[in-house]
């Protein structure tokens, strides 16, 4: 990353924070609500686009790891009587310890056998999860009062189930994502991962220990998704199996495709994308081809061809190579 | 002075192959040894041996008064012992100041130099002539200069061991006359250990020169006493012994 760089980037960042603040002044209910459900999984999408875009190392295990996140909180608030702020940082702990468990392990193999073996741990979990329905609620999952989601600090009193603080909450945490993502995007950290995706045994003969970079990577990500989890759970009040299964798995590498692997807002633009390509095509189908019974799935099958075809590297990774070799 | 590097009965087997083969060898702080032989003599698993990529079969190796017969390459490289690859592997999707960023950034982090990592990045790059290139795509330059970039992050390691593998494959002949003048100048800096096949580029640069063949030494000597040795003929050229 050259000098010139610098300049741009961080207005570029910092003004689309600002947008994405003011919308929650200006959205109508139901886009809002969403938006704030998308705020979240955009930052379960950047720890998995630190992972698979900057190291480039694809899991299809991050369900885990957005799971030990959702039932770090949920299952220390509805038994421990923990608060959200303790059940947050429950959840990021969860995420932090089994990232580093995972990785330790998983981080033996690469390629295909990488996948395969984070699929696999993610599988176990999911079903120790539905092993335990006596405290876990299985698929029927919990529901966390709402009582539960208010912070009360000395007098303020911060009530997480009111939707305009709930948008704001969202939002704060996904800024926080997004400094993050950008230091470490340009930090020498970052600039080692990249060279580890680009070729791992030439790094290594630059000095680097790879394995030890790519764990702190995946405790980055997986704590990433975990902190995603918990928001999701305090912020939404559920907590279920779903989000455990392969599909949450899936999904982020979706987003991450489409949006650009290694660019720090593709994360966010491939969420958005994603979410309203599902919403309004499950809408049209209903409205226009109600008798052909089609489903959703089938038209984020073909726009996915579509961008594997013409945009391999995602919306904003396209943008980079053609207008903006400076984006981060 | 004892020796910068020594192995011992250093050996590595490949199934029934034995590709290194019971190698003595030492090289002295300050020297440039080529080492030559002809094709699967064990040049570059020699090498390889000795920066850590491989592990050895038998033997040991001593880099500085120290056992790195086990220790992992990385760790090899923090030591001082850099490695160029034979085949450009450049970061061709990175600029070309990222590729010298790693390595000077890899010194700042052992606190082995104490400069600024963009100043000392394009320091290393005006080494080889490439400042002007600084931004572009290392996988744009032209060949010449990827194996120029390849040698820039090898020095931008401030290596106290300087191991090039066949520097000069598939440069021209104007190219290979500037490469012998950055060795020359390397060579005041660091001790180099030069694998080539390409004998006046040798001729001009070694202090010793080691024979390989069949995983073994085969002579060991100055550039005259190399070229007068009638073994060494017998190996390169078919000549009787």
């Not at chain 1, 190392?57 to 030990?68: E, I, K, R």
């Not at chain 1, 009062?145 to 969202?170: K, S």
Request: some cysteine.
């Amino acid at each position: 990353m050259a000098k010139a760089d610098g300049v741009l980037a961080w207005p570029l960042h910092l003004a689309v924070l600002a947008v994405l603040l003011a919308l929650n002044f200006v959205l109508p209910d139901y886009h809002h609500g969403i938006m704030a459900r998308i705020l979240v999984l955009a930052v379960f999408a950047s720890g998995y686009n630190l992972l698979f875009g900057y190291a480039g190392l694809l899991s299809l295990g991050h369900a885990l790891f957005f799971a030990a996140g959702l039932y770090g909180a949920g299952l220390s608030m509805t038994y421990l009587g923990a608060g959200p702020i303790g059940g947050f940082a429950s959840g990021l702990i969860a995420g932090a310890i089994i990232s580093l468990m995972v990785g330790l392990l998983a981080l033996r193999t690469s390629g295909v056998a990488f996948m395969i073996v984070t699929m696999m741990f993610a599988q176990a979990a999911y079903l120790t999860i539905l092993y335990f329905n006596a405290w876990t609620g299985g698929d029927q999952g919990l529901v966390l009062q709402q009582a539960a989601r208010v912070i009360e600090l000395g007098g303020i009193r911060i009530d997480l189930t009111d939707p305009e603080t709930r948008y704001l909450t969202a939002w704060g945490l996904f800024a926080v994502t997004v400094v993050l993502m950008l230091v470490i995007a340009r930090s020498r950290f970052g600039r080692v991962l990249v060279a580890i995706r680009e070729n791992e045994e030439r790094t290594r003969m630059l000095g680097f220990d790879a394995f030890a970079n790519k764990l702190a990577a995946t405790v980055i990500s997986g704590t990433m998704a975990a902190a995603a989890g918990a928001a999701y759970a305090i912020l939404f009040g559920y907590v279920g199996s779903t989000f455990a299964s392969v599909q949450y798995s899936i999904l982020p590498l979706l987003w991450v495709l489409l949006g650009g692997g290694a660019t720090v807002l593709g994360a966010l633009l491939g969420t958005v994308l994603m979410y309203y390509l599902v919403d309004g095509s499950s809408d049209v189908l209903q409205a226009w081809l109600p008798a052909w019974k089609l489903s959703h799935l089938g038209v984020v099958g073909v726009a996915l061809i579509l961008l594997v075809l013409f945009f391999p590297k995602g919306i904003l990774g396209t943008v980079r190579e053609r207008w903006a070799r400076a984006l981060p | 002075m004892s020796p910068l590097l020594t192995t011992r009965g250093l050996s590595k087997q490949y199934g029934g192959l034995r590709a290194v083969d019971g190698v003595d060898f030492s090289v002295q702080r300050g020297e440039v040894r080529a080492v030559i032989g002809p094709n699967g003599a064990g040049k570059t698993t020699f090498v390889s041996l000795i920066c850590g990529r491989i592990l050895p079969s038998a033997g040991t190796i001593q880099f500085d008064g120290r056992d790195i017969t086990t220790l992992p390459a990385h760790r090899r490289v923090r030591l001082g012992i850099a490695y160029t690859f034979q085949i450009t592997s450049v970061f061709a999707n990175l600029s070309v100041f990222d590729n010298v960023a790693l390595p000077v950034q890899r010194t700042l982090s052992d606190g082995r130099s104490r400069a600024h990592l963009h100043e000392a990045a394009m320091e290393a790059l005006s080494h080889v002539g490439l400042t002007d290139r600084a931004d572009m795509r290392a996988g744009a330059l032209s060949y010449g200069h990827q194996r120029l970039l390849e040698v820039a992050m090898g020095l931008a390691l401030k290596p106290r061991l300087l191991i090039l593998d066949e520097p000069t494959q598939g440069l021209s002949d104007g190219e290979i006359e500037n490469f012998i003048g950055l060795v020359k100048d390397i060579s005041r800096s660091a001790t180099v250990l030069l694998i080539e096949h390409n004998m006046p580029v040798v001729m001009a640069l070694a202090d010793r020169i080691t024979v390989l063949e069949g995983g073994r030494i085969l002579a060991e000597g100055t550039p005259e006493e190399i070229r007068s040795d009638s073994r060494v003929q017998h190996a390169y050229l078919g000549t009787p012994a």
